[in-house]
Nanobody
């Protein structure tokens, strides 16, 4: 069993940038597909981005393509989400997720979740 701890959330003005990080412990990081999801108040949790075990393949929600970048450093057991050109509609709690199975993660049912970090974008 692994533990996921997110960091890097905060308040930023529209057009600004933030970098989220998710550090894992208790498992073999490179065995897991990693992803980011978000949940805004009153809305369902939605997929944001995912990255393969080696980092060679990434996938993004249409709403963040070209603005967000997911990458990982397997030597540091950490996955990142670089968020640029932020918009008020990006405001949400952002959750890190991990699963050995990419389909299960992409379907929003990963085995492991982080506790979430809040991102607030002001207009």
């Amino acid at each position: 069993q692994i533990q996921l701890v997110e960091a890097g959330g905060g308040l930023v003005q529209a057009g600004g940038s933030l970098r989220l990080s998710c550090t894992t412990s208790g498992g073999t990081f490179s065995s897991y597909v990693m992803g980011w999801f978000r949940q805004a108040p009153g809305k369902e949790r939605e997929f944001v981005a995912a990255i393969s075990w080696t980092g060679g393949s990434t996938n993004y929600a249409d709403s963040v393509k070209g603005r967000f970048t997911i990458f990982r450093d397997n030597s540091k057991n950490t996955v990142y989400l670089q968020m640029n050109s932020l918009k008020p509609e990006d405001t949400a709690a952002y959750y890190c997720a991990a699963d050995p199975n990419v389909l299960r993660l992409r379907r929003g049912r990963p085995i492991y979740w982080g506790q979430g970090t809040q991102v607030t974008v002001s207009s």
